[in-house]
């Protein structure tokens, strides 16, 4: 089992940049991949990107402008966003699920969550 804690949100202006952190609990952190989703007011939660043993998978949306890492030594993944804008506010949520190399864009292929963090982007 693995736990999972965001930080790194916080309200910047259109063009800016954040960097998401997701701090994992454990020792197995190498064997789960990684996933981030967000959710906008009003909106279903949706696939932002995924890191696994064979690769990394964006959304279109965000394609080019984000990207996904991770530090097994620290037990921690990261998304960096760059070129933000208005349409990308919403919660970002980190996931973890079992590191099978495949894209899994779907929430129910994930089995821990963190607890989210905001992210506003302002025009």
């Known amino acids: 089992q693995v736990q999972l804690v965001e930080s790194g949100g916080g309200l910047v202006q259109a063009g800016g940049s954040l960097r998401l952190s997701c701090a994992a609990s454990g020792r197995t952190f190498n064997t789960y991949a990684i996933g981030w989703f967000r959710q906008a007011p009003g909106k279903e939660r949706e696939f932002v990107a995924q890191?696994?043993?064979?690769?990394?998978y964006y959304a279109d949306s965000v394609k080019g402008r984000f990207t996904i890492s991770r530090d097994n030594a620290k037990n921690t993944a990261y998304l960096q966003m760059n070129s933000l804008k208005p349409e990308d506010t919403a919660v970002y949520f980190c996931?973890?699920?079992?590191?099978?190399?495949?894209?899994?864009?779907?929430?129910?292929?994930?089995?821990?969550w963190g607890q989210g963090t905001q992210v506003t982007v302002s025009s």
């Open positions: 996931a973890a699920r079992r590191n099978d190399g495949n894209i899994r864009m779907n929430e129910g292929a994930y089995a821990y």
């Open positions: 890191i696994t043993w064979s690769g990394t």
